[in-house]
């Protein structure tokens, strides 16, 4: 049973890792599209409204769909100033209840309260408000983004939880090497 757990703990880090190594590429294209609008418009005297909301639109993307992968390598800012000194044990308790009280719950508030925000999207053809800004379906793709962005920290919540339960049942948790907690066990 362990095993089974472990794997599929393993798949579900894969898949985060996976999420988060595609959308820093977003970074390049952000920083691509940044330099060539003021090249269009510092030396060329043009403006291109579409391409200056997909640079906003990436920057988006990278914090929402990076949520997770950040959640995954646990580099989120936390406010409890007494959980770096706290025991491993004691770590995976905070994780777990926080993953539990906090995480998932917001988490599927955010997708179930933004689906109608999402489907009215797709229903109208939204197009951007702006004059020569971003067309249908650019959009209602990009609105879709939110509930993407809870489904991941629901999947990285889950990999959360199950690393926190093998901690607080005394086994002994291999963590992924990209993990910043390498090597910990009880």
């Keep these: 049973m362990k095993i089974v757990v472990l794997k599929f703990r393993h798949v579900l880090n894969w898949f985060g890792e996976l999420t988060g190594s595609a959308v820093s590429w977003l970074t390049l294209f952000m920083v691509?599209?940044?330099?060539?609008?003021?090249?269009?418009r510092y030396i060329f005297d043009l403006g291109w409204i579409a391409m200056q909301e997909s640079v906003i639109w990436?920057?988006?993307m990278v914090f929402m769909l990076g949520a997770a992968y950040t959640l995954k390598r646990d580099e989120h800012v936390r406010v409890d100033i007494f959980y770096r000194d706290l025991s491993v044990r004691h770590k995976a308790m905070v994780d777990l209840a926080g993953t539990i009280?906090?995480?998932?719950?917001?988490s599927i508030f955010f997708a179930v309260s933004s689906?109608?925000?999402v489907t009215i999207s797709w229903a109208i053809k939204e197009a951007s408000r702006e004059a020569g800004g971003l067309p249908y379906p650019f959009v209602p793709i990009l609105k879709s983004i939110i509930p993407l962005t809870a489904l991941l920290l629901i999947i990285q919540g889950?990999?959360?939880?199950?690393?926190?339960?093998?901690i607080l049942t005394n086994h002994k948790v291999?963590?992924?090497k990209d993990s910043t907690s390498q090597g910990e066990s009880i």
């Design 158 to 166: 889950i990999s959360n939880l199950i690393s926190s339960v093998l």
């Design 58 to 60: 990436m920057h988006a």
């Design 32 to 40: 691509v599209g940044t330099f060539v609008i003021v090249v269009l």
């Design 101 to 106: 009280l906090f995480l998932l719950p917001l």
């Design 174 to 176: 291999l963590f992924d």
């Design 115 to 117: 689906w109608d925000y």
